[in-house]
Structure formats: structure tokens, C-alpha cells
Nanobody, 119 residues
């Protein structure tokens, strides 16, 4: 059994910063990649950023230059540092991980953490 737990969400004014954290625990042999997605009410869930076990990163165009994803592999933890936040960044942010348990490789999702950016 694998669980992902997010933290660090909250309310900030436009231009502010937040640092999100996500830790995976359970029956984990290895983690191929971890990432963050976000979803606003009535909208689809979109990629924010992703990082592989080797450190390769991918960012959504809207987040480039404002967001940094990093990973502490030994802790099975991924971080998302967000700066210069805008009201349109308001959404529920979900952590995701591609996890190899030796039995199967699949994606796991956290419960989500709310990020609200006001003007």
C-alpha cells in the first residue's frame, strides 16, 4: 500500500510564495518520477511540474521561471517552490508519483492541498 501526503498549501496575496511538500510512504521499491498537478473547479487537471529519479524536470509553460520542483529521493519527498503567484494559480494542487512496488508500476495520487492567491 502506498500513500502520498501533501502539505504547504494556503492563502497568499498575488506576488507571494508557497512551498508545497509531498511524501510517499508504503510498499515502495523505487520511484520513477514525482510531480505536481493542479485543478480549479470545473477545469481539467493539468501538469504543473514533474521530476524524474535522475533529476530531469518538466514545467508547464505558465509556471516556467516562477516554479522550481526538487526531490529528496532518500525521503521519497518532492517539493514545489512557487514564487510570483497569480490569482489564476488558485487551485487544488495534487502530488503524483510513478511508483514501482516490484509487483506493479502505477501512478499514485495525494488528496490535494488548496492554494488560494488573492489580488
Amino acid at each position: 500500500q502506498v500513500q502520498l501526503v501533501e502539505s504547504g498549501g494556503g492563502w497568499v496575496q498575488a506576488g507571494g510564495s508557497l512551498r508545497l511538500s509531498c511524501t510517499a510512504s508504503g510498499s515502495i521499491f523505487s520511484i520513477n518520477a514525482m510531480g505536481w498537478y493542479r485543478q480549479a473547479p470545473g477545469k481539467q487537471r493539468d501538469l504543473v511540474a514533474r521530476i524524474t529519479s535522475g533529476g530531469s524536470t518538466t514545467y508547464a509553460d505558465s509556471m516556467k521561471g516562477r516554479t522550481t520542483i526538487s526531490r529528496a529521493n532518500a525521503k521519497n519527498t518532492v517539493y514545489l517552490q512557487m514564487n510570483s503567484l497569480k490569482p489564476e494559480d488558485t487551485a487544488v494542487y495534487y502530488c503524483a508519483a510513478d511508483i514501482n512496488s516490484r509487483i506493479t508500476v502505477r501512478a499514485y495520487w495525494g488528496q490535494g492541498t488548496q492554494v488560494t492567491v488573492s489580488s
